[in-house]
């Protein structure tokens, strides 16, 4: 069930998507903590005295989103799907900008944990998971989306649902099965 707050954040975003920019105002603080939340999620293990904060990941992700104003927003987890994709791009595009290295180096790490452990896995860097994430979106599209949502959104399986528009028992098969296709693609 849907909270009231939720509808509220969904009715703005239609708002705003139709032009209303007064909408866009009080969207900010509705979003901005959620964003906030989403973004330590993904700092939360980082390497002490990384360069990339959280408060910047965030600011570049919402410099982002209000520029895709063009677009229909359908939900609330419409725009934390975006949300996540698009912080999924600045943290690998980052990764890349501090001359990653394939085995090592200067890598940013994400983990896994907070998302949903693969087994064994502590951490692993975020141009892996990129990599790997582009390959299974290659060979299943679905299953791509359900792990960018769930590891890069920290959205909850039945708002995966929701914003893909099929069963909660599909998501949880499409979760499963990413999880073990990534684990072996990650370890080898």
Known sequence: MESPETHKVTGLLKAWSQGDQAAL????????????RLASHYMHEERA??????????????????????????????????????????LVDFARSRAYQKRGGD??????SDAEPLPQEQSVDVVAIDEALNKLMALDE????????????????????????VSLGTIKRDWSLAKLWLLRELSA
């Open 25 to 36: 105002d009080q969207l900010i603080p509705l979003v901005y903590a959620e964003l906030h």
């Open 49 to 90: 005295g990384h360069i990339l904060q959280t408060t910047a990941l965030v600011n570049e992700a919402y410099l982002r989103l209000v520029d895709c104003q063009h677009l229909h927003w359908q939900n609330r987890a419409h725009f934390f799907g975006v949300a996540a994709q698009l912080m999924r791009h600045i």
């Open 107 to 112: 890598a940013v790490q994400v983990s896994l």
């Open 142 to 165: 679905r299953q791509g989306k359900v792990v960018e949502l769930r590891f890069f959104g920290g959205m909850s399986l039945e708002e995966i649902a929701e914003v893909l528009k």
